[in-house]
């Protein structure tokens, strides 16, 4: 009896220093809250995550969470102008129009993402996560945060400038 349990032993030991219990720990190393709770998303366009992987993040205005995948599809990189306008329902929208790159990039995407949610990140803040339903072809997109937060979406505006600024000066 002693010696079963001395082989049980040594062969626990011995596994333990196998590749086997490293797999194992790096599973448990790579949940979303673990790996990822402090990574900062630059301002962009994001795939939401269908099996919970990513970056957790709380949609604002909203209780609803998703997992963001974080490298972004579109970054401000790609954004060639932002401007105020009126939306579809008449009130103030952030209008985004992408450089050639970045059109390319959006139509690849909303064709790949029908029916999917893409997620809207302005300065790690999760704006909104839109159902993508049919490809965008154009280089254009709007956020529309609703008619009682035009305030917010002129912070944002402003937010968005600042980026851009910095991204043209590294060029």
């Given at each position: 009896m002693k010696n079963a349990l001395l082989l049980l032993f040594i062969g626990c030991l011995l596994s333990s220093c196998s590749g086997f219990s490293n797999a194992s720990k790096h599973i448990e190393n790579t949940e979303p809250e673990y790996?990822?709770?402090?990574?900062?998303?630059?301002?962009?366009?994001?795939?939401?995550?269908?099996?919970?992987?990513?970056?957790?993040?709380t949609q604002l205005y909203d209780t609803a969470t998703y997992y963001v995948i974080p490298t972004p599809v579109i970054s401000v990189k790609h954004f060639k102008s932002i401007e105020m306008a009126k939306g579809y329902y008449g009130h103030k929208v952030l209008s985004l129009q992408f450089d050639k790159m970045g059109t390319d990039l959006w139509f690849a995407e909303t064709t790949e993402a029908q029916g999917k949610k893409i997620a809207v990140i302005v300065n790690d803040t999760l704006i909104s996560a839109p159902r993508v339903n049919e490809p965008i072809p154009v280089g254009r997109a709007s956020l529309d945060l609703g008619p009682e937060n035009e305030i917010k979406l002129q912070q944002f505006k402003s937010d968005i400038e600042k980026e851009m600024e910095k991204y043209a000066s590294r060029k």
């Open positions: 790996v990822i709770q402090d990574t900062f998303l630059i301002t962009g366009f994001y795939r939401i995550s269908n099996n919970n992987e990513g970056l957790k993040r």
